[in-house]
């Protein structure tokens, strides 16, 4: 590869617990990219670290910037800022080559209805860099799809598995997803994500994609980046930041002032329950619950968080920081 | 990508032979029932056939983006290892072929069945007079309809190439073939008006120009040249618009 990237591990967050990744190399290096999309900043300042062979969940509220991202990284829109690097190229210089070992799958389908099954196939094959045939023909057995079918008369689901062939009939190192299951139902889901985990992420190649479904992106992400507003809110593997981010709740007989307890190390938030509190805690959660009794607390149970409610927790404690004026968040990596 | 652009391109080429071949048929009928004519049947094709040419320039170009952009399929093609060059000459390229290919190719039909002795009538041009071919002598007639009908003919292909450019170039920033057509005839209308004068200067200039000052060449790249620059000029300015557009 050219421009080799900086590896993982080096891009780590400053203060982030040292954990091992095993891949060196990163599939979509984003640095410092800025966007505007109908005169507005959609993206500011965003630096992405997408490891090679990695299944990348990119979160965020709607209208966080993530299609934006997606887009500009996939050349379809400018960006004002910053670089983006796909498997080793400079998407603004060597944008067909950055292309070429490229799958996307879009939220909104985007398949020629016009076409039978068989001609969009060919019409693919003949726009790929790599194809494989018997891949293809194994999905569309699988699927049910016939080649003589009218792609306009395929329901939402079969449009979505037929889009699902084609992509991975081009054997792409790295797959972009956009939305993949939006409008598919449970079923369909689960058996979009298992041939895609199966498929794409067993050989080694990367996935990056971006959903509302939480619950589907802890399913089978690596590491996971949230974005607001256009801007990193975190930006780590999903098993770290389940290991390191606790909540906490506790409970007093006497009244605590809430800045008593965000000053405490490790305490990342307070949000006040009636007389109980819950505190987002980053890194030992032990060491908070024995500071927290030492202050006379009642009870104290230390819950394990899962990708909602530390996607929430993120967002809101983002959403605090930026109503009580304190200094916006400068990178991602800032807060660890 | 030619494939791709083949499997939506071949109907509007069928369409184009079968519109190219009534219209013609039927011209010929019209033609041959009537008596002698001041103009010839390859007149009436020109003159005709020019604003349908026009027409199916115009329609020939109307979705090649905008429909992509509205069904939202274009972000398939663009994000294929494929450069917007090539994308580009494919969209525009296969129709424009046709248009290159079909169009001279009944031209051609009708400037022989203009020829057929006795079928229809034999008169031509000669110094500016209106003169029977045959007192002219087959040789000189033929001569001079030659080089008319080539300049003619090229002419109104350029008129129906310029139509597909200015309408493709329109289609990058729309998003349907219905506004594709509007904004093209807002801006093709006012221009046509305003080169009235001169295209009827230029027909008068083909048609009753003096064979002895004719310089065959000289004359083809005097009339012709002006048209093409714009053509080829409109042709630029849509490569160079989808190049930098951003969808």
């Known amino acids: ?336 | 990508m030619w494939y791709k652009e083949w499997l939506t391109v071949r109907f509007k080429l069928v369409l184009m032979i079968a519109v190219y071949t009534l219209f013609g048929g039927a011209l010929c009928l019209v033609y041959s029932s009537r008596g002698t004519s001041y103009m010839k049947l390859f007149d009436y094709w020109i003159l005709i056939g020019g604003v349908i040419t026009l027409m199916i320039g115009v329609l020939g170009g109307l979705d090649t983006f905008s429909d992509e952009v509205g069904k939202n399929t274009l972000s398939f093609l663009l994000t294929r290892p494929v450069s917007r060059r090539k994308i580009f000459l494919s969209k525009v390229g296969l129709y424009g072929l046709g248009m290159i290919i079909i169009y001279p190719l009944i031209s051609f039909v009708i400037f022989l069945a203009d020829h057929t002795p006795h079928y229809f009538n034999n008169y031509g041009y000669l110094n500016g007079n209106y003169c029977n071919q045959e007192f002219l002598g087959v040789a000189a007639a033929e001569m001079i309809n030659t080089t008319n009908a080539i300049i003619a003919t090229a002419l109104v292909l350029l008129a129906g190439l310029g139509g597909l450019a200015l309408s493709t170039l329109v289609s990058i920033f729309t998003r349907s073939a219905m506004q594709t057509l509007t904004v093209t005839l807002v801006i093709l209308l006012p221009f046509v008006v305003a080169l009235a004068p001169a295209i009827q200067t230029t027909v008068y200039s083909i048609k009753f120009i003096s064979f002895s000052n004719r310089e065959d060449v000289t004359d083809f790249l005097r009339i012709v040249l002006p048209e093409m620059l714009l053509v080829v000029g409109l042709y630029i300015a849509g490569f160079i618009s989808f190049k930098r557009k951003m969808f």
């Open chain 1, 1 to 336: 590869m050219e421009n080799k990237p900086q590896s993982w591990q080096a891009s780590r967050p400053v203060n982030s617990p040292a954990l091992e990744f095993p891949l060196p190399d990163l599939a979509i290096h984003i640095n410092n990219l800025t966007c505007i999309y109908d005169k507005k900043l959609a993206v500011e300042k965003l630096s992405l670290h997408v490891p090679v062979g990695s299944v990348y969940g990119f979160l965020g509220p709607n209208g966080a910037g993530k299609t934006t991202t997606i887009k500009t990284l996939l050349g379809l829109r400018p960006l004002q800022g910053g670089s983006i690097n796909v498997l080793g190229y400079d998407i603004t210089t060597q944008s067909v080559e950055s292309r070429q070992r490229l799958g996307y799958m879009a939220e909104t389908n985007n398949l020629y209805t016009h076409m039978r099954v068989s001609q969009l196939v060919e019409t693919t094959r003949r726009l790929s860099f790599r194809w494989n045939s018997a891949a293809v023909n194994r999905y569309l057995d699988l699927f049910k799809l016939a080649h003589t079918d009218k792609v306009g008369k395929l329901s939402k689901g079969q449009k979505g598995q037929l889009a699902l062939a084609l992509v991975l009939g081009s054997e792409p190192d790295l797959l972009v997803l956009d939305e993949p299951t939006s409008g598919l139902d449970p079923l369909k889901r689960y058996e979009f994500l298992n041939h895609i985990v199966r498929e794409v992420s067993q050989a080694g190649r990367t996935i990056f994609f971006s959903s509302h479904n939480l619950s589907e992106v802890e399913q089978i992400a690596d590491v996971v980046a949230i974005l607001n507003e256009g801007k990193l809110i975190v930006e780590d593997e999903l098993d770290n930041l389940k290991l390191h981010e606790k909540a906490i709740k506790v409970a007093f007989d006497q009244p605590v002032w809430n800045h008593e307890l965000e000053i405490i190390p490790g305490v990342r938030q307070v949000m006040q329950e009636g007389r109980r509190y819950r505190l987002l805690v980053r890194g030992d959660a032990q060491a908070v619950a024995a500071e927290l009794r030492k202050m006379g607390a009642r009870t104290v149970d230390i819950v394990d968080m899962n990708l909602e409610a530390l996607f929430i927790a993120y967002l809101q404690g983002y959403r605090e920081r930026m109503e009580s004026d304190s200094p916006a968040i400068e990178s991602s990596n800032s807060r660890f």
